[in-house]
């Protein structure tokens, strides 16, 4: 795999583990009823976002990591899929 491709695919997956982790253990200003004027209920009440880049660059890093080996090292594709799932044909 060309390093510009694992990159690309590497890139895809953190934005989308981004996107997953996200919701995951926020509280909003509205639960723990400590309302900022200016801001919604629903915003955020402490500031995480190391924690979550951090989570999700290890989290895309095992899923990459996985990826790779299923792909690279096994050989196994998208046109492998009917294979392991025969109904998809």
């Known amino acids: 795999m060309p390093i510009a491709?694992?990159?690309?695919v590497y890139f895809i997956l953190w934005w989308l583990t981004l996107f997953t982790m996200l919701p995951i253990?926020?509280?909003?200003?509205g639960e723990e009823e400590?309302?900022?004027?200016?801001?919604p209920a629903s915003a955020p009440h402490k500031h995480r976002m190391g924690r979550v880049f951090l989570l999700t660059t290890?989290?895309?890093a095992?899923?990459?990591?996985?990826?790779?080996?299923?792909n690279q090292k096994l050989g196994?594709?998208?046109?492998?899929?009917?294979v392991f799932f025969p109904?998809?044909?």
């Open 25 to 29: 253990g926020l509280r909003t200003q």
């Open 58 to 60: 290890i989290i895309s």
């Open 76 to 82: 196994y594709g998208v046109d492998d899929i009917p």
């Open 34 to 39: 400590d309302v900022t004027l200016g801001t």
């Open 87 to 89: 109904q998809l044909k």
């Open 5 to 8: 491709t694992a990159m690309a």
């Open 62 to 70: 095992i899923i990459f990591a996985i990826f790779y080996i299923v």
